[in-house]
């Protein structure tokens, strides 16, 4: 991961999980946080994100790095809707369309997603 | 005659596995997936996606949507499971233009073109194919994934993205002048069985390392083959059934400290028996194998293609793998200079530097390996060494023409080797 500045990303997250804590997700905010994310910890634009790109190829992520996402997954961009992101799983993502539909459909709990 | 007829056997079924990925046409158009309009619907739209991004059945099937998702497509769970697939695709092309969505905007969408980019560009066709031979088997929610069968040229490479790896390569040439025919293969055909373990998380700071790692039984058949007609005692033969055991281990760094993006290590303990295609001869032995797969910043990788920076396309391919092998001959053959009952055990090193100088997607690539073997137990000059120099072109993803120079020693049958071979190299 990246050494940028996060803290004005991490605290848009913070606050938006305590002024709904019965918030529920729906994919498009799903996916506009993905590529955010990755934009954050590879420093890159958000429009440089796009969803075909191969994590490993095109953004230049090892699998230790794709590992390490989950404390950004669990802990930051997807904390408000108790995401639980599981290594294992996130090594296999191929490109960020893939990353994007295994953050909705396996890390965020079903109660959370619309 | 029985070799020849091996060898042809072999050939066949390369081809036939060659003919299972698509040649013709490529990457689908998405004219060919547009109704009775002009435009794309949505549900034409999905189709072209899947088949566009290759995107498998069995990717498709082990999507899990939620109820009111599937609701929302009417109670069709496959239609559910198709758009989940290919959500994002729809999402990010319904944010940079407005429908209905005519063929020529979809084919910029996805080529990242602008549609007045791809009316000039209409006559180009896509390069690369990417057919699939078989998918891997894995139940929902178990920790075991089998298959598939994979085409490589070296067992170990079982994991790689085919990007990353040689494939198996045939050769065939006919000297007219001189009469003669020489056929050549090198090849593995394996299986991996893979295991994940538990991964753990031990705590909930965004920039900790995870750990995790991987296990694998990876069975495979390693061939090599070299047969000049006219001329038996040049002849090369090499049949190895091996039994891998694979462990992969993330390792836990303190980026801050030492600069390392990530660490892991790969190892392989293959036992393994080797002998000829009529079976002549007999060597058993293991072969130990270590390969550290190492990041440091974004700058420098080991292991797969990597791009010397950002503003170069040109991608470089480094490997470093140390290891210990022992052999045991226990019947001499005709392709084995050793005697029986000769053992050999030593330090193996193997250096690999490919270069793509114009970029990842651009079929020129080049290699060149550097095998070293140290035997503890040779009464003389025990080093024996290896040249593999490579250049290939990879006229379709998985089907490239490769020239290669192979010159140095045969390490486990300790014969010289000086071969030149231009052939079809095929990775599945």
Known sequence: ?114 | MRNITIIFVLTITLFFLLSLTSFAGNKPSPDEFQGSNNFLEENELIQFFLAYYDISYYFVHNISPTQSFIDEQGGDIRRAKEKLAVYSYLVELSEKYDGPYAPTVVLAFVKNKTPSEIEEELAVEEEYAGGILLQPYQKEGSKWRFGPVLFRQKVEDWNKDVDDIEGVSVSYADNRLKENRTWSTKGSLSYPIQFFSEFEGDNKESRVSYNYSQKAFVPAINWKYFDLSDDDTKDVEELTFLASFFSSVSHKIDRERNGLSSWRSDFYLSPFYSTDFDFDGDIIGVNFTYEPVIQYGEAFQTSSWHRFSKSLPSTYLFRFIPGLSYSHVFTEGPFIKREENDDSFGITTSFELGLKPFGQKTPWEFKTVYNLFYDFTGEDDGYFNRWDIKLSYWFLEKTGLTLEYTDGDDFLKKDSVDLVTLGLQIRL
């Not at chain 1, 709904?20 to 420093?43: E, G, L």
């Not at chain 1, 930051?76 to 296999?92: I, P, Q, W």
């Open chain 1, 1 to 114: 991961m990246s050494n940028g500045n996060y803290s004005s990303e991490l605290n848009t997250w913070t606050i938006e999980k305590a002024v709904d804590s019965d918030y529920k997700i729906d994919f498009r905010t799903v996916q506009k946080r993905t590529k955010r994310m990755i934009a954050f910890d590879k420093n890159l634009s958000v429009s440089d994100v796009i969803v075909s790109k191969s994590l490993s190829k095109d953004l230049m992520y090892s699998d230790q790095d794709k590992a390490d996402l989950k404390g950004y997954i669990d802990n930051f961009f997807f904390r408000d809707v108790g995401a639980v992101a599981k290594v294992s799983d996130l090594v296999e993502a191929s490109t960020v369309s893939d990353l994007i539909l295994r953050i909705y459909t396996k890390y965020i709990p079903d109660e959370n997603v619309i």
